[in-house]
């Protein structure tokens, strides 16, 4: 813990530029998500055959299954710090974001699950998951979820709502890849996204 409380000490003493590298506000017609293009360009395109995935009044949605899409970051490579923020209302169902993402060869990804009670943080190794830690925490609508990936250290940690819940934990070797990804379940949605680029100035 005295580690942990020293490195965030040392991130506010030091001045933070943060890039960003993705955005999605989801305020286009109402459709499905992947083929579309998000605010900054990139295009949206189905995760693992998923084809679920929608936009509905101006959020992120499922039409009834779990909806998988995924976005590659052009440019990005697996170093320094890579953020993913989205605006989340969880409800009965779950919400996830994905990580590192990378789908050719053996699929691999950092899954961050956020439930109506708890988050869960852990990895995708194959078509495997393995969740590593969770943290019981009671979901709140329009709640903004963080997930921090710092690729020097390869850790992973969790924020909502700019708390911290679950602190940076260490992450296995995997063919991690640059893209990212959202998943909901049927009464799940996210109103916005955002991928960013955290620099130390």
């Known amino acids: 813990m005295a580690d942990i409380q020293q490195a965030i000490q040392a991130q506010l003493g030091a001045q933070i530029a943060r890039v960003p590298l993705a955005m999605d506000m989801f305020t286009r017609s109402d459709g ?56 989340s209302n969880v409800g009965p169902h779950d919400a996830w974001m994905y990580g590192w993402f990378a789908e050719a060869g053996t699929p691999a990804a950092v899954i961050m699950q956020r439930g109506s009670d708890r988050i869960r943080l852990g990895v995708q190794a194959g078509f495997a998951l393995n969740f590593m830690t969770e943290a019981r925490v009671g979901s709140v609508a329009d709640e903004l979820l963080t997930l921090r990936l710092d690729a020097k250290a390869r850790t992973a940690s969790v924020s909502v709502d700019g708390r911290l819940v679950i602190p940076p934990l260490a992450m296995p070797q995997l063919a991690w890849g640059s893209a990212v990804g959202l998943r909901v379940g049927p009464a799940a949605s996210f109103d916005h996204f955002i991928a960013l680029r955290e620099f130390a100035l």
């Open 32 to 87: 499905a998500v992947a083929g579309s293009t998000t605010d900054t360009g990139q295009t949206w395109r189905d995760a693992q055959g998923s084809t679920s995935a929608i936009i509905k009044d101006n959020r992120f949605a499922s039409s009834g299954g779990n909806g998988i899409v995924t976005t590659d970051l052009p440019g990005h490579q697996i170093k320094g710090v890579t953020i993913m923020q989205v605006r």
